[in-house]
């Protein structure tokens, strides 16, 4: 997914734009000429000034072009479904993962991803299911047991206690 | 320790996987362990990563980290030649080798250097700051321009939570979990491991093959290499040690320096690119010199030397260990024992490297498509368990994102580590000058030091400026 330097440039100035006047909202102390603003501001100035030069270089890229110039240049993965729904795939387990881990609970979640994504990206499905169970298994004495890292027991909290 | 070796053998190996994210992902385990083990177990797996390294580098042509990359193509033309175990062999020694002598220069300048740093104050902590952030971004591949907006974007980043002069929450939107800042460790997890998942899920390239070849003795004519070439390891030693010290640069670079020192100065220049190992001989030595060049600026000022010291420095300061002059006055007997840790560390090198070889293919059958999901998983876990909130895993999962559009747009990662890190302490010092000066910009200069470094900050910033404008000129003139 490769946006011509000029559009990126744009994204960043109107950012700039935006943490600048954010910035204004913030107090300062009284005697005290230097606030919280400061460094965000400067930064924000110093977003400015390379978005705008980066806008300048992808303009002249795309002029000099000429044909083939392209605003947005798609990967070789786009258009391919297979390759689309795995990063779909990972993108939807992750936010799965944040919204759904305390609900369901940590060992259920990590199988089903586990095992989608390892079924999808092409082992069988029973060897899926063998690695993903492992993989949990190794995850949690690990994380919980070990270390006691309090990940959620979710829906199988009534097994547990 | 020994897990940790084999936990960055493992890693190393694999293209793809880099000793930085082995680092990342070991961290939510040396969070539970005292300050110098869990350096033990951080200086361990890299040594062993950027070594194992040249492993898939020589059998399959793809480097297992981006360290290796410079000789991997010679490496692999020895394997062509039958001579696998001269190529990894020579590697393996010269690593041990590098690290050693990366070491000694380690406990040799820090306490040297920490007496000098005592002197510094805000203004010299806000210059050199600069500098690391500056070197950053010169060194970084890709455009300095873009080099410079990831450093803006991190530093961005590095503001967000609650403000150092006046306690106001900056850009939290009301979150009470934004209030704490964006924690450093799932923002690197993302940046590093999720951005390489993802990277990997879409990739169209098949699957690459190993060469089939049993691994032979070792050991056998590693010594009539070193003798002839005693002198490239000194040298690659020697640049690696100094790149490694310069901030932002590391590893990587210091191999590449190495490899085009090494061809430019060779006897047997026409060699190079048939498979001869003196090219591997100074970069091997190189690239494990410069991990432990980098931990000098990041001991003695807090200032990381690559993106692994970044992240180590991060977990010293949740350690209560503060990285600067401080530590060598209060704790000094924590310093003596991350040197002595060192030395054991890459002397381990040698036995652990040398099953590491014999085993190499095994590990490399391991196909990626079931070692992403596991990693994803590891990821998540990691994550979460750093402040025990699912908004780690949120963290990782904007980041990563983040970081694979930036690189696929040419945008550096590193600089955005850096300014992540490094932002809290730029802005402290700059806060504390600016009110201490009372908004006089001369106050920047007042003390010799501050002057000396300020100089140097600028000179450094003139250096692209002037390439830029020079280039100009000249194509205006053709």
């Known amino acids: 997914m490769r946006f011509n330097d000029a559009l990126t440039g744009g994204v960043l100035v109107i950012f700039a734009i935006a943490e600048i006047t954010y910035t204004r909202t913030f107090p300062s102390l009284f005697g005290q000429s230097y606030g919280p603003d400061l460094f965000p501001r400067i930064i924000g100035y110093g977003l400015l000034a390379t978005g705008t030069l980066l806008i300048a270089r992808g303009v002249l890229q795309k002029i000099r072009a000429g044909a083939q110039g392209r605003w947005v240049a798609l990967g070789p993965w786009v258009g391919q479904s297979h390759h689309e729904i795995n990063l779909l795939l990972v993108l939807f387990a992750l936010i799965a993962y944040i919204f759904l881990s305390d609900w369901v609970g940590f060992m259920p979640m990590s199988m089903l991803i586990l095992s989608v994504l390892l079924y999808r990206l092409g082992s069988s499905i029973s060897v899926s299911l063998l690695i993903a169970a492992v993989t949990t298994a190794v995850l949690h004495v690990m994380f919980a047991k070990l270390l006691l890292v309090p990940l959620p027991t979710g829906l199988l909290t009534g097994l547990v206690y | ?478």
């Not at chain 2, 704490?180 to 923002?187: D, E």
């Not at chain 2, 190499?360 to 998983?377: W, Y």
């Not at chain 2, 368990?385 to 747009?409: H, P, Q």
């Open chain 2, 1 to 478: 320790m020994l897990l940790a070796a084999l936990f960055g053998l493992f890693i190393g190996s694999i293209p793809g996987l880099t000793a930085t994210m082995a680092t990342a992902l070991l961290i939510p385990f040396t969070f539970y362990m005292d300050p110098v083990p869990a350096i033990a177990c951080i200086v361990t797996t890299v040594a062993m990563a950027i070594f194992a390294g040249d492993i898939p580098g020589a059998l399959l042509r793809i480097p297992g980290t981006p360290a290796s990359a410079a000789y991997c193509d010679e490496a692999y033309a020895l394997t062509r030649k039958g001579q696998t175990e001269l190529a990894l062999g020579t590697s393996l020694v010269c690593a041990a080798i590098g690290g050693v002598m990366g070491s000694l220069v380690l406990s040799l300048t820090a306490p040297v250097l920490a007496e000098f740093a005592i002197q510094f104050s805000s203004y010299e902590y806000f210059w050199l700051a600069c500098l690391g952030l500056s070197c950053a971004v010169i060194i970084s591949t890709g455009s300095t321009l873009k080099g410079f907006v990831s450093l803006l974007l991190g530093l961005f980043i590095a503001t967000i939570g609650i403000d150092i002069t006046a306690g106001h929450p900056r850009f939290t939107f009301g979150s009470v979990e934004m209030m704490a800042g964006i924690s450093f460790i799932p923002a690197m997890i993302g940046m590093f491991a999720i951005s390489e998942v993802i990277r990997f899920v879409v990739s169209t390239a098949p699957a690459e093959t190993v060469v089939q070849q049993p691994i032979k003795k070792v050991f056998s004519g590693i010594g009539i290499v070193l003798s002839k070439y005693k002198l490239n390891v000194v040298r690659g030693g020697a640049i690696g040690a100094v790149v490694g010290i310069l901030p932002g640069a590391g590893a990587d670079i210091a191999a590449w320096i190495s490899f085009a020192v090494s061809k430019r100065f060779s006897k047997d220049r026409d060699k190079f690119g048939t498979g001869h190992v003196e090219g591997l001989v100074d970069a091997g030595t190189a690239n494990n010199a410069g991990l432990s060049g980098a931990w000098v600026p990041a001991l003695v000022f807090g200032i990381p030397g690559d993106s692994i010291t970044a992240i180590a420095i991060g977990v010293l300061y949740m350690k209560g260990m503060n990285p600067g002059p401080t530590v060598f006055l209060s704790q000094p007997e924590l310093i003596h024992s991350v040197f002595v840790v060192f030395f054991l560390a890459n002397l381990a090198l040698i036995p652990l490297g040398f099953i590491a070889i014999r085993f190499s293919r095994q590990v490399l059958r391991v196909p990626r498509n079931v070692l992403i999901p596991i990693i994803l998983m590891f990821c998540i876990v990691g994550s979460f368990a750093i402040n025990n909130t699912v908004f780690g895993v949120s963290v990782m999962l904007v980041m990563g994102v983040l970081a694979y559009l930036m690189e696929e747009n040419g945008f550096p990662v590193a600089p955005t580590i850096l300014g992540l890190v490094l932002g809290t302490m730029l802005e402290d010092n700059f806060m504390s000058s600016m009110i201490k000066a009372d908004g006089d910009l001369m106050g920047f200069f007042s003390r010799p030091i501050a002057a000396t470094l300020g100089i140097l900050v600028i000179a450094l910033w003139a250096v692209p400026i002037l390439r830029f404008l020079y280039g100009a000129i000249a194509n205006r003139h053709l």
